[in-house]
């Protein structure tokens, strides 16, 4: 067999984003203007408009917007960049006073011109609108075009209720790239984060935490790649708001609360979401995950762990949703019915995807389907859901589908299997359902009645599936066991669909398996998979396209089952392991079992992977540094990382990101688990230390076992920290002198920002 050369495809990798994210900010400014801007230097944190011969961010915003000098600063003219170093910016003004004059003399910092405001880092330039009362929003940007990088914005409020305590866009061009929009909001009602009137917003790479009464709300346009929105609190609403055109990609929404309103996300406009993790949020009175009114897609996402008292664990439904290729697992209502998917009023496709682990207090534990809905399931797993998980007698029916009289569900190659109800009755499913052929329904019951096409049809036989896991792809799946009646058996016109959940090609045997994935014990059966490989593979591996092609090392069984995987390596790989596009590519050391699957995970990597680690977008990319045990599982951690990371260190979910990004220094076991954390470290770092946000971010000294846990703790540290030490919010941040054991335990402890 004659060996082609690598041929890698493009591919964004973090610094490449970032560097785009200017470069689209740059363009945006001087599209359609002449060639002429000005570069005006921020050099006082003061908040003032005076002639004291400084300028300060208030008095450079007001040149950039009306083109002339204001006391130190120059005269704007066209796209100008204004430049914010290091410092806390506070733009509050007098308490308990809001100030909303529209023309940036005083309160919010308002936008009326062109304009690319780039900050030091969103851990070291902050501009807050912290007062007592948090009676201003922080930004105000009305028609221009706007580019903001490398900020923290922080503190803003409306007090009134309306929208936008961080930023509040009316009918701008805005690029939000780097930035930390975070604690806004005085939660009357208002969106606490980023409100988009009529505007286009992208925003990249950025992190959108704490804030109260909602994170985004959108009735224009606008796109969320590779963002992190978490921990918002709310009344009404919801983490995230659209009425107009949105795109979610690559991003995680997670942690959010409302109290009367959805945890997650509200959409009545057009939503398209791709890539990304919708999980652990919380409403007490309505959906948990997300509701949709408008028209949605969900494309190779993950709806987990959502919750609610009421109707709709995961997702209800009232307008038009198509689920493609994502995951909708172990979401919850306690006291009603729907805990995956609540289809009311509306109409859902559900196709090469996974329903697997939810509950429900009554009807439908996987899905509800109500009177007057449409539901149409295409090769889909529907089990492990549980009707009535509380155990009342007689109560709860359908674990997994439920169909209220006068509503329509249509099943084509597809399993209902393993689910559990509270009657003992109705266990898979329970209304009436439309076959058109080919299903594999396990327990059809008094209460569940097959009409249509029967063709094909597979009934009371046990669809042998493998536990919820990683098989390969981007989401979690049921694998089919040998011996499973599902087999070669889905119909005869698949393809299409022309792959399965996870991307394998479809079919794999003689005909397409019913269901959400095709069985893939064969290995190496995509497009030049294993071209030129050496090396032993095993069960179920390598069928990605181009997958283990040149590759010389040991394979695992379950591993390297997506495109582009392990293409090039050099390493042994351990059981499932290197399950994503582009996973372990070009890789050179050990890769552990259950390690480095995310998206170009373990890339270019040189470095010994311990188990259960770098399991996550771009973790442990080009990194040459050892990782122990459950590690750098977090997007970005470990991200070209070059020191010794010990276990359980560098992580924190799905929730925590860039921990150790650029890190160069050893980290002991149990440490640096809060986002930012030990990122272009260049010390040693003990035991249990450096867990919260910006701890030890860009700190070059040696810091103690169990010390630097806090709140940007030891940011740009460079003397010795011994242990136990400067545990405290902004304890030791910008810290030079030595500090001994026990010392410096408080909120901004040895604290030396000028």
């Not at 496709?349 to 149409?376: C, E, F, K, R, Y």
């Amino acid at each position: 067999m004659t060996s082609t050369p690598r041929q890698r495809r493009t591919i964004l990798k973090p610094a490449l984003i970032s560097a785009l994210g200017v470069a689209v900010v740059l363009i945006l400014l001087v599209s359609e203007q002449p060639v002429r801007a000005t570069n005006i230097t921020v050099n006082t944190t003061t908040n003032e408009v005076n002639a004291d011969g400084d300028c300060s961010l208030r008095e450079a915003i007001t040149a950039a917007n009306t083109d002339t000098a204001v006391d130190a600063c120059p005269a704007g003219a066209g796209s100008d960049t204004i430049v914010v170093p290091v410092g806390i910016y506070n733009i509050a003004g007098a308490e308990g006073v809001e100030d909303d004059d529209d023309a940036n003399a005083v309160g919010d910092l308002d936008i009326t011109g062109d304009v690319y405001i780039m900050g030091s880092g969103a851990a070291h330039t902050v501009v807050s609108g912290h007062d007592s009362n948090d009676v201003d929003r922080v930004f105000d940007i009305f028609a221009a075009q706007v580019g903001i990088s490398g900020l923290t914005i922080q503190g803003g409020g409306e007090n009134s209720g309306r929208p936008g305590g961080g930023i509040r866009n009316d009918k701008a061009t805005v690029v939000i790239t780097d930035t930390t929009i975070r604690d806004n909001g005085f939660g009357m009602g208002g969106t606490g984060g980023i409100s988009n009137g009529s505007g286009d917003v992208t925003i990249t790479h950025s992190t959108i935490s704490g804030n109260r009464g909602g994170a985004i709300s959108n009735g224009g346009n606008m796109t969320i790649m590779s963002t992190a929105i978490v921990g918002t609190s709310g009344r009404d609403c919801c983490s995230v708001s659209n009425r107009g055109n949105m795109t979610i990609a690559n991003s995680v929404i997670s942690e959010n609360h409302s109290d009367h309103g959805v945890g997650g996300i509200s959409n009545g406009g057009s939503l398209t979401i791709t890539g990304s993790t919708i999980s652990e949020n919380r409403s007490s009175l309505s959906v948990g995950g997300i509701l949709n009114w408008g028209t949605m897609t969900i494309t190779d996402s993950v709806v987990s762990r959502n919750g609610t008292c009421c109707d709709a664990g995961g997702i209800a439904n009232r307008g038009s949703l198509t689920i493609l290729g994502s995951a909708i697992t172990n979401n919850l209502t306690t006291a009603k019915v729907g805990g995956g998917i609540w289809n009311d009023a509306g109409e859902t496709i559900l196709m090469n995807s996974t329903v697997s682990g939810n509950s429900s207090a009554g009807d439908g534990g996987g899905i509800w389907n109500g009177p007057t809905g449409l539901l149409n399931l295409s090769h889909a797993t529907i089990s492990g859901n549980r009707a009535n998980f509380v155990g009342i007698q007689n109560r709860g029916k359908g674990g997994g589908i439920f169909n209220s009289a006068g509503g329509a569900i249509t099943l084509s190659n597809t399993i209902v299997g393993g689910n559990i109800d509270g009657t003992g009755e109705d266990p898979d499913c329970s209304g009436s359902v439309s076959s058109q052929g080919y299903n594999l329904i396990q327990h059809v019951s008094v209460g569940c009645t097959i009409g249509g096409d029967t063709t094909g049809n597979i009934t009371e036989k046990n669809p042998k599936l493998g536990p919820l896991a990683n098989n390969g792809g981007p989401t979690q799946t049921h694998a089919l066991l040998r011996g499973s009646p599902a087999i070669d058996a889905g119909t005869p016109g698949c393809p299409p669909p022309s792959a399965d959940q996870r991307g394998i090609t479809r079919p794999q045997g003689a005909a397409c398996d019913i269901g959400a994935i095709e069985l893939t014990a064969a290995s190496c059966q995509g497009v030049d998979s294993c071209l030129g490989n050496s090396g032993t593979v095993g069960n179920n591996s390598c069928n990605g396209k181009l997958a283990c092609r040149n590759n010389s090392g040991d394979v695992g069984d379950n591993s390297c089952n997506v495109d582009y995987a392990c293409d090039g390596s050099s390493s042994d790989v351990r059981a499932d392991s290197c399950n994503g596009l582009e996973a372990c590519l070009g890789k050179s050391g050990v890769v552990g079992q259950s390690s480095c699957n995310g998206f170009v995970a373990c890339t270019d990597s040189s470095a010994e992977i311990g188990g259960n680690s770098c399991n996550s977008m771009s973790a442990c990319h080009n990194s040459s540094g050892d990782v122990g045990d459950d590690s750098c599982s977090s997007p970005y951690s470990c991200d070209a990382n070059s020191g010794e990371v010990g276990n359980n260190s560098c992580g924190g979910g799905a929730v925590s990101y860039w921990n150790c990004l650029g890190n160069s220094g050893d980290v002991g076991d149990d440490s640096c688990s809060g986002p930012y954390s030990c990122r272009f470290n260049s010390a040693e770092i003990g035991d249990g230390s450096c867990n919260a946000s910006y701890a030890c971010d860009g700190n070059t000294a040696e810091i103690g076992d169990a010390a630097c846990t806090g709140y940007r703790a030891c940011l740009d540290n460079t003397a010795p920290v011994g242990k136990r030490s400067c545990n405290g919010f902004e304890a030791c941040q910008g810290n030079s002198l030595p500090i001994g054991k026990r010392e410096c335990n408080g909120n901004r402890a040895c604290y030396s920002v000028p």
